[in-house]
């Protein structure tokens, strides 16, 4: 069974992959439907926030990876 991605706590690439799909997929409906240059920068706003929640979740995700190893690593050598 799937799970719904999670925004706020993202956990693996498949958060970071839909939530970027998804995005890109609005700005893509969005552009087709209006053409106007205000609704451009918007949605180049938009990319840029997509784009910096992607390079925070993917830090947060490599953070929470490397703590994960840590902690077994001390386990394991218990």
Do not use: C
């Amino acid at each position: 069974m799937a799970r719904v991605p999670s925004v706020r706590r993202p956990r693996s690439f498949f958060d970071v992959f839909t939530v970027t799909a998804v995005s890109i997929t609005l700005v893509a409906l969005v552009l087709t439907i209006w053409h106007g240059s205000f609704v451009r920068l918007e949605m180049g706003v938009f990319v840029v926030i997509v784009f910096g929640w992607v390079v925070w979740a993917v830090d947060r995700i490599l953070q929470e990876s490397v703590e994960q190893s840590k902690r077994a690593q001390r386990r394991d050598s218990r």
